[in-house]
T-cell receptor, first 114, second 110 residues
């Protein structure tokens, strides 16, 4: 029962470096999401993909890009990392219908930008 | 104004106590409501959905007041294992976006 798998779990970058966070789900979910979590700020939506082939900006999209590679995979890219992007990143998926509700999360990726 | 607002706490309660968390949401178009639990350095996990009529799951009771745009979670007979952060979450079907409160921290003390 893998659920939502995201990699890497930990990463340290220097300012200006780029990296991609990978996320895959094996539950045949339509919707996928990337959140960041910072102390005192809660979970904030970066980007989401309501269904395969679509992506939309969330609350804090600046400095990020996403790709919904197929139904299973949704990646998050930082083109030029900044210290303000130091955070814990969570990928999540859901069936895509509000009535079912449940979001399933990956274990998180802890990113530090120096 | 934030979509979802919660009292961050912390709430420190003795074992066996009853504790209540409240949450308000700003958008009257919100359709679905949830409480998630997040343990330290772990991912959030669904605790329970919140239905208009109120619902109970063991020691946990959730209530929704649409008129006041208010959600609550009541925990009875607190256990040490209930120590965690509790996140209030609302969903507007449009775009299927989920909005999270900042969470309420609970520590149950022996």
């Amino acid at each position: 029962n893998a659920g939502v798998t995201q990699t890497p779990k930990f990463q340290v970058l220097k300012t200006g470096q780029s990296m991609t966070l990978q996320c895959a789900q094996d539950m045949n979910h339509n919707s996928m999401y990337w959140y960041r979590q910072d102390p005192g700020m809660g979970l904030r939506l970066i980007y989401y993909s309501a269904s395969e082939g679509t992506t939309d900006k969330g609350e804090v999209p600046n400095g990020y890009n996403v790709s919904r590679l197929n139904k299973r995979e949704f990646s998050l890219r930082l083109e030029s990392a900044a210290p303000s992007q130091t955070s814990v990143y969570f990928c999540a998926s859901s069936r895509g219908r509000a009535s079912t509700g449940e979001l399933f999360f990956g274990e998180g990726s802890r990113l530090t930008v120096l | 104004r934030k979509e979802v607002e919660q009292d961050p706490g912390p709430f420190n309660v003795p074992e066996g106590a009853t504790v209540a968390f409240n949450c308000t949401y700003s958008n009257s178009a919100s359709q679905s409501f949830f409480w998630y639990r997040q343990d330290c350095r772990k991912e959030p996990k669904l605790l329970m959905s919140v239905y208009s009529s109120g619902n109970e799951d063991g020691r946990f009771t959730a209530q929704l007041n649409r008129a006041s745009q208010y959600i609550s979670l009541l925990i009875r007979d607190s256990k040490l294992s209930d120590s965690a952060t509790y996140l209030c979450v609302v969903n507007r079907d449009t775009g299927n976006q989920f909005y999270f409160g900042t969470g309420t921290s609970l520590t149950v003390i022996p």
